[in-house]
């Protein structure tokens, strides 16, 4: 097997990821090539991944931004690897690249799509602004391999996964999504669907880049807001609701209706209950409430409104 490791990346400094992978290839055969896909940096930082090139690095760059999905099927379409290594820009190996490449290939037979896990650093940030990121990140995404595997889709994430390439060929990432938010989750979706298996191994990689609370807040609306919009495109909304917690919490809300309840509390609410996530010692609780109530206040927006949905899948 060959193994090509793709990182998309827009406006992020990844010197250091690419050059700790770099040192990998040669002395691991099946390792043949990091692809760097630039979506729309600015000119300045296309000249530093530009400096990276050589040695097994290729740079496949765009003027404007395409999208994170479509730059993701750009660089797998360019690949040549077997299996296509996906990894966000902002991301550190805990250990040695070596090892963590060698884990891999070790891991390879489990299934067609292996999920590595995503890590935080054990010490909070030293700026007390970015706290609910790294906070939610290690109460509610570092997960150990074990419980992942109870849960195999709605754990799914493209922060660092390996994927056949025969796989990634017939489902690919939908371009058609242009807001941020879910795309993990919809091809998540595809792959249930499709009832292709996904495994997950304990091979993280430690999330480096956290955002502010206010910039987490503002990407969690985002995200929210499009995951309404792809629960009216999915023909399969069972399927879906087992694939994205969310939606499945508000299928059982419904069915005690209380989702109006709490599109109500959140619309007399809002305002409060964002001063308090926004703090330097923020409830996951509350942040948690106040995600599925904002999940139905759109629900309910977009329910009013009719949006007919641009693709059904």
């Known amino acids: 097997m060959t193994i090509s490791l793709l990182v998309p990346v827009c406006d992020y400094d990844i010197v250091a990821i690419v050059y700790s992978m770099k040192s990998c290839i040669g002395t691991i055969p099946e390792f043949i090539e990091i692809l760097i896909g630039d979506d729309g940096s600015t000119p300045e930082n296309k000249a530093k991944y530009k400096s990276l090139e050589g040695d097994g690095v290729r740079l496949i760059s765009y003027e404007k931004n395409i999208g994170r999905s479509a730059i993701r099927n750009r660089l797998a379409l360019e690949a040549k690897g077997e299996y296509l290594l996906f990894i966000d820009a902002d991301t550190m ?6 090892a963590f490449m060698q884990k891999w290939l070790n891991s390879a037979g489990l299934a067609r799509v292996i999920s590595g896990g995503i890590l935080y650093h054990e010490s909070p940030p030293g700026d007390p602004d970015k706290i609910l990121r790294w906070k939610n990140g290690r109460r509610r995404e ?3 391999a074990s419980y992942r595997n109870k849960h195999p889709y709605s754990s799914f994430s493209t922060f660092n996964v390996l994927i ?7 489902l690919r990432f939908n371009e058609e999504i242009k807001q941020y938010g879910h795309e993990d989750s919809l091809f998540s979706y595809q792959l249930h669907k499709a009832g292709i298996d996904v495994a997950h191994i304990d091979n993280g990689l430690i999330h480096d880049g956290i955002e502010t609370n206010r910039d987490f807040i503002n990407k969690t609306k985002l995200g929210i807001e499009n995951l309404s919009r792809l629960y009216d495109c999915v023909t399969d909304k069972k399927t879906f609701a087992a694939t994205v917690k969310m939606v499945r ?4 809300l419904s069915l005690f209706r209380l989702t109006l309840v709490l599109a109500g509390l959140f619309i007399r609410f809002r305002e409060r209950m964002e001063l308090r996530i926004d703090s330097s010692n923020p409830p996951l609780w509350l942040f948690d409430a106040y995600k599925i109530s904002m999940f ?13 949905p641009s693709f059904i899948l």
């Open 93 to 98: 190996v805990p250990g040695t690249a070596e």
């Open 142 to 144: 570092q997960k150990k």
């Open 164 to 170: 056949d390439r025969t796989i990634f060929e017939k």
């Open 249 to 252: 919490d508000y299928r059982w």
């Open 296 to 308: 139905c206040t759109y629900r309910e927006i977009h329910r009013r409104k009719k949006i007919i």
